[in-house]
């Protein structure tokens, strides 16, 4: 079992901060479709609100406020605005009065409306405007002309009402003016602060508006309404939408981590993709696929995986791959038989091994009745060599070890030295033992297998296997000393394939920048696929493909 370089492993993998953004791209990329999705939608109710809301026109007329010095001993006592001190409050004060029931009725007289007083005053809002001593009056309505007379009336009849009020005071007041007035000396009736200038300045007022209220500017005709806003509408309905379709994306994610694409386990663990399988379409039953199930492709991806486990190890050393996964249903029992049979077509001797003893399913799958199964010959009741099953799967010959449904009780017993003396005597009497070991994040039992292997393939199904169990799975690996071979993608898409020699050769081709320029044929998958693994390391030579001699095999061997 070769040692693992954890330090060349762990360079292998990106920084926090560049795993971060690319996944957070990743995101974005796996469901730019919903994202476009979200955005059309919110875009397209926008554009609906727009075409059938209904338009109103706001039109804006501006009151000045100019309270009363308090040293005014005349307007002092009239029912004026008067100074409080504090400016925003005088003109706080100034805004109340537009909004009264008093002027509203005044405005609906004045324009001979047929709206009540409430209805009206319900279209105007009267703003202060910072600290500029002005009152902002606003009208809201479907019709730009009455938005205007609306708007200019509450302001005229604001400083009308106010006038009135102030002219009553002084009618009430002048009469006892001119009583005290002629009391007074003749000569000393007039001059500045008399009684006698006190009441030509109100005869004055008298004969003038609200000194204190003014009409600053009137309102203007709208020329366009001002809601619906049609491109502010649509560029937020733009926005909008894509900011939900984002959120929507991160959520998804969150709540459903799954594999989205190839790239993402170079990008999470810094290993190669050994072989790409295309998704098959299948009955709905558990048991695992046979090879002649399988399209032409799915097959040459599983002698691709061949040839790639065949060039990383020795020619002429007995080798045992594991195959494993995250979860149920990734089809890793269709892997290790697939890979069984890849290898037993070069005339290797093969031992295929059922290491999943709590759900096993080879017996039901290849029909078996009679048989030893390998919970004895790990409990030593039965050898090795007397309990293996010859089995012809597609016209290729393969030794099997399956396990039976009562195999469970054994797995909380199963050790490492029970393993490895399986293994090594599996690997004494064959070329190659392929391991079908069921998920080790759920069935831990197993590891053993994993830790006697020469190698260890992860399969990954796109969409289905999560990535969270992926990176729990590979950091049980290395708590154990152990790394991953590489993986095994199913339902990777097929880019391009060619044909060579009646065999479709898929032409997919790891993403490496170092790789670009080669051109093989035939094996380049896991020839590029190792040089990516051999990149980010050592770049070491790559060992020829092992060659064996034909054994001879049992043929009255039962089907599956």
């Given at each position: 079992m070769p040692p693992?370089?954890?330090?060349?492993?762990?360079?292998?993998?990106?920084?926090?901060?560049?795993?971060?953004?690319?996944?957070?791209?990743?995101?974005?990329?796996?469901?730019?479709?919903?994202?476009?999705?979200?955005?059309?939608?919110?875009?397209?109710?926008?554009?609906?609100?727009?075409?059938?809301?209904?338009?109103?026109?706001?039109?804006?007329?501006?009151?000045?406020?100019?309270?009363?010095?308090?040293?005014?001993?005349?307007?002092?006592?009239l029912p004026v605005l008067h100074q409080s001190g504090d400016p925003t409050e005088d003109v706080l004060t100034g805004a109340s009065l537009v909004t009264t029931p008093h002027v509203a009725d005044s405005?609906?007289?004045?324009?001979?409306?047929?709206?009540?007083?409430?209805?009206?005053?319900?279209?105007?809002?009267a703003t202060p405007i910072g600290q500029a001593g002005l009152v902002a009056v606003q009208a809201t309505t479907s019709s730009?002309?009455?938005?205007?007379?609306?708007?200019?009336?509450?302001?005229?009849?604001?400083?009308?009402?106010?006038t009135g009020q102030m002219h009553s005071a002084i009618a009430a007041e002048i009469p006892d003016l001119k009583t005290q007035l002629a009391g007074i000396p003749a000569g000393q009736r007039y001059g500045p602060g008399s009684l006698g200038a006190q009441l030509d300045e109100l005869e004055q007022l008298s004969r003038q508006p609200d000194p204190t209220l003014v009409l600053e500017s009137a309102a203007a005709l709208p020329a366009s309404p001002s809601s619906p806003r049609t491109k502010l509408t649509l560029v937020a309905g733009l926005l909008g939408g894509l900011l939900l379709g984002i959120g929507v994306a991160f959520g998804l994610h969150a709540i459903d981590p799954r594999l989205r694409r190839e790239e993402q386990l170079r990008e999470l663990f810094g290993t190669p993709v050994l072989a790409r399988v295309r998704r098959e379409r299948r009955r709905k039953r558990m048991s695992p696929l046979f090879p002649h199930d399988l399209s032409l492709a799915s097959q040459e991806g599983y002698r691709t995986l061949r040839t790639t486990l065949s060039a990383r190890g020795s020619s002429s050393e007995s080798r045992a791959y594991l195959v494993t996964g995250s979860g149920p249903g990734e089809g890793k029992s269709t892997t290790a038989i697939s890979l069984a049979v890849a290898l037993a077509q070069t005339g290797a001797s093969v031992i295929l091994l059922e290491a999943d003893l709590r759900?096993?399913?080879?017996?039901?799958?290849?029909?078996?009745?009679?048989?030893?199964?390998?919970?004895?010959?790990?409990?030593?009741?039965?050898?090795?060599?007397?309990?293996?099953?010859?089995?012809v799967i597609d016209g290729t010959a393969v030794r099997l070890l399956a396990a039976h449904q009562s195999a469970a009780g054994f797995a909380a017993r199963l050790s490492y030295d029970h393993v490895r003396r399986l293994v090594n005597s599996a690997r004494a009497i064959a070329d190659f033992v392929v391991i079908d070991s069921p998920p080790l994040t759920a069935v831990i039992d197993a590891l053993p297998f994993a830790q006697v292997s020469d190698e260890i393939v992860i399969v990954a199904r796109i969409n289905q296997s999560r990535l969270n169990k992926l990176i729990e799975l590979d950091d049980l690996l290395h708590q154990h000393g152990r790394q991953a071979s590489g993986f095994v993608v199913v339902g990777a898409t097929q880019r391009s394939q060619s044909s060579y020699g009646g065999y479709l050769v898929p032409t997919v081709i790891e993403e490496t920048p170092e790789e670009s320029g080669g051109s093989w044929a035939g094996e380049r998958t896991a020839a590029s696929s190792q040089a990516a693994r051999e990149s980010r390391a050592a770049r070491a030579e790559l060992r020829p493909t092992a060659r064996f001699a034909p054994e001879s095999r049992p043929t009255d061997a039962p089907g599956r």
């Open positions: 693992v370089n954890r330090q060349r492993y762990a360079a292998s993998r990106p920084t926090a901060e560049g795993e971060s953004l690319t996944r957070y791209i990743g995101v974005l990329r796996e469901r730019i479709w919903l994202i476009v999705g979200c955005t059309v939608l919110v875009f397209a109710v926008a554009a609906i609100y727009v075409k059938v809301a209904p338009r109103t026109y706001q039109a804006e007329a501006e009151m000045e406020v100019q309270p009363s010095n308090p040293a005014d001993a005349v307007l002092s006592a405005v609906v007289s004045a324009l001979h409306l047929k709206i009540s007083p409430q209805a009206a005053l319900g279209d105007i809002s730009p002309k009455l938005s205007q007379r609306l708007a200019t009336a509450f302001v005229n009849q604001t400083i009308a009402v106010s759900r096993p399913t080879f017996a039901d799958a290849f029909a078996l009745q009679d048989f030893s199964g390998i919970e004895q010959v790990l409990g030593e009741e039965v050898s090795l060599l007397a309990a293996l099953t010859p089995i």
